[in-house]
């Protein structure tokens, strides 16, 4: 396990994850969040999004938190953050609130959460029905080293397992 995709809907703890294992494994970290967004909530272009994700996907070894069909496919674990709409909109809430008016770690400058909170809600609503079944029927069909978490208390268990365990002795190989 040399490249992790940590997925799911906004507010379900993808960045935090992602940096934890980081930290653990000393495999470089990647927030797509950079990636997607340019200052100001510009969206990056189709063609350099793309870019961007080839060279990311072109590393040997990494951690990357975010949603991107392309890195699915160059994944060969992954972690699906799979957390109920009401948790991921509390979970939002907690995060943005303060950082309404400046950008938080993690984003480009001029990225004040208050922009962002409309299209933040149509993400969250519309993930489990959009995205889901779409994460699912990649990693099904590719044979995926899958971990799917629906809650704490199984990410909980999957941190405290033999799971990780390995990515970390391999990590250090």
């Avoid at 909109?89 to 984003?107: A, H």
């Avoid at 099904?140 to 899958?146: A, I, M, Y």
Wanted: charged fraction near 25%.
């Amino acid at each position: 396990m040399h490249r992790i995709l940590v997925i799911g809907n906004a507010g379900s703890g993808k960045s935090t994850l992602t940096a934890s294992l980081a930290a653990n494994t000393g495999l470089p970290n990647t927030g797509l969040d950079k990636v997607v967004w340019q200052a100001g909530w510009g969206r990056t272009p189709r063609a350099e999004r793309l870019a961007q994700e080839q060279a990311i996907a072109a590393g040997s070894a990494w951690i990357v938190d975010g949603v991107s069909d392309l890195l699915l496919d160059a994944a060969d674990t992954v972690i699906f953050l799979d957390y109920s709409r009401r948790r991921c909109f509390w979970r939002v809430l907690c995060r943005n609130l303060p950082y309404l008016f400046r950008s938080r770690p993690g984003l480009p400058e001029r990225c004040p959460e208050i922009l962002i909170v409309p299209t933040l809600v149509k993400i969250i609503w519309r993930f489990p029905k959009n995205v889901r079944p779409k994460i699912l029927a990649a990693c099904r069909s590719q044979g995926k080293k899958l971990f799917h978490i629906r809650n704490d208390r199984e990410l909980r268990d999957l941190l405290s397992s033999d799971s990780l365990g390995f990515l970390v002795k391999r990590a250090q190989e």
